[in-house]
Nanobody, 121 residues
Framework: QLQASGGGLVQAGGSLRLSCAASGVRVSNYNMGWFRQAPGKEREFVAAIRWNSATYYADSVKGRFTCSRRNAENTVYLQMNSLKPEDTAVYYC?????????????????WGQGTLVTVSS
């Protein structure tokens, strides 16, 4: 089970850190991804951290977002800096056993509930 938290309201240029706490699975054994879905839009890939700690990002967030993991806490994080109004969305964490760099929601088989991030201009 995955539990996302940390969303909220922030002004443009601000920062937030999202957390995804896992129970029943070890996040260090899987590729863990972050996705977001804005109103009226499809769910899109944001970032992910592989089992070997390698990370990869959507072009829209490169240089601003950082995905990390604390094995002792069995939690994955998404540090979001320099937030923009277009980052406003419900953010989800998810787990996949796929190898490589899966970026499609269809490649992830376990999802947490979303956490809402609202960035005001």
């Amino acid at each position: 089970q995955l539990q996302a938290s940390g969303g909220g309201l922030v002004q443009a240029g601000g920062s937030l850190r999202l957390s995804c706490a896992a129970s029943g699975v070890r996040v260090s054994n899987y590729n863990m991804g972050w996705f977001r879905q804005a109103p009226g839009k499809e769910r899109e890939f944001v970032a992910a951290i592989r089992w070997n700690s390698a990370t990869y990002y959507a072009d829209s967030v490169k240089g601003r977002f950082t995905c990390s993991r604390r094995n002792a806490e069995n939690t994955v994080y998404l540090q979001m800096n320099s937030l923009k109004p277009e980052d406003t969305a419900v953010y989800y964490c998810a787990k996949t056993s796929r190898v490589g760099m899966p970026m499609s929601p269809d490649e992830y088989n376990s999802w947490g509930q979303g956490t809402l991030v609202t960035v005001s201009s």
